[in-house]
């Protein structure tokens, strides 16, 4: 269920170009193309959903897949010990951009305490 | 699986206080005690586990229900279309405070779109 219009969906059918550092069935992890860390990947589901707003309770594995995953590049990536933020956004006061779901993970350096 | 010295167990089992807005089996939401936003809320698992570097593969069907809970609590609150951001803090960089895994609902307000 991918769309030819979502960069995303391009991207894990491998019809677009990403740094793509791991795939499953269930998700898809690549560098954001503008990295606002010197960690920021991001983890997507295969399957085309729009936002957190589409989900339901039969989306709970495949979101939790998400965070493990998340995960496990902390940790390939060095940055589980020093730290690491997830962020999903949703909507425009939130400044989602690109509506395929994603899961940002950013690490690599220290973080404003209080997050905006 | 709770402990006594833990302020987030202390609030799932009622003995600390708390402007909770959710609760089932599984997780427990209530506002932040300092909130940075006109809504921010914290969906915790009630089970005490320290961070997402805990986390294993059996822990995604309530992972993935911390997030569909949160979309609920985002559409309860008015803001599931204006938008909302889902942070989970994890280790020194990112400025965990508390070592219960909790995730942020964070909306009622524009967003900076480079999140930092």
Redesign the interface.
């Known amino acids: 269920m991918h769309t030819n219009e979502c960069i995303f969906c391009n991207i894990i059918t491998g019809q677009a170009p990403a740094r793509v550092v791991y795939r499953d069935q269930t998700v898809t992890a690549f560098w954001d193309a503008r990295p606002?860390a010197p960690v920021h990947i991001l983890v997507v589901p295969n399957q085309h959903i729009i936002s957190?707003?589409q989900?339901?309770?039969a989306?709970?594995?495949?979101?939790?897949?998400l965070?493990?995953t998340?995960?496990q590049i902390?940790i390939e990536q060095g940055?589980?010990?020093?730290?690491?933020?997830?962020?999903?956004?949703?909507?425009?006061?939130?400044?989602?951009?690109i509506f395929h779901l994603h899961l940002h993970i950013?690490?690599?350096?220290?973080?404003?305490?209080?997050?905006?």
Chains 1, 2 share one sequence.
């Open positions: 606002i957190v707003n989900t339901v309770a989306h709970e594995p495949m979101l939790g897949h965070i493990t998340a995960r902390a940055v589980d010990q020093s730290g690491y933020r997830l962020v999903i956004n949703t909507g425009p006061d939130a400044g989602q951009s950013i690490g690599g350096r220290q973080m404003p305490f209080h997050f905006r």
